[in-house]
């Protein structure tokens, strides 16, 4: 039985493994900056994560392509714009405020301010709508057809 127990935990095992990343650096400037860069850059397979967080395959060779363009002494500028001009603004996990990202930085106000504007406009409507009281003639037919009615 122990040895069945052995047997299956050994498979689950090697599903498990991780895949560790090592990256050698000269000066710990490249490290700082490489940290930074790998965390503002957007995993364009997840586009919820950062190349930092996603394990896909996409976003290793961007790792590695950050790696190796800080070892060839390029700036943080020059990879960042390297990375927009090859992926669009979209691949910075927070895009520069520009004419291009306007609607990506003010698209979530704006529908925020419409639908208020939507939710004040029906209710001014159902708040200021006529008064539905009967007039007095109305009012006095009503009451004759609810005593026919009950007679019948």
Not at 47 to 58: C, E, G, H, K, V
């Amino acid at each position: 039985m122990k040895t069945l127990h052995a047997l299956i935990l050994s498979l689950f095992v090697f599903q498990a493994q991780a895949e560790i990343e090592y990256r050698d650096f000269k000066q710990p400037e490249q490290e700082q900056a490489y940290q930074t860069l790998i965390s503002e850059l957007r995993c364009l397979v997840c586009q919820n994560q950062t190349i930092a967080d996603s394990n896909a395959d996409l976003a290793k060779d961007l790792r590695r392509q950050v790696y190796e363009m800080l070892q060839q002494g390029k700036s943080r500028q020059d990879i960042v714009d390297f990375m927009t001009d090859r992926y669009g603004d979209f691949v910075m996990y927070k895009p520069a405020l520009k004419l291009k990202t306007m609607l990506l930085w003010l698209g979530p106000v704006l529908f925020l301010v419409i639908g208020l504007a939507t939710v004040w406009v029906l209710r001014s409507k159902t708040s200021t709508s006529e008064d539905q009281s009967l007039t007095k003639e109305q009012q006095a037919k009503l009451n004759s057809i609810l005593e026919k009615g009950d007679d019948s």
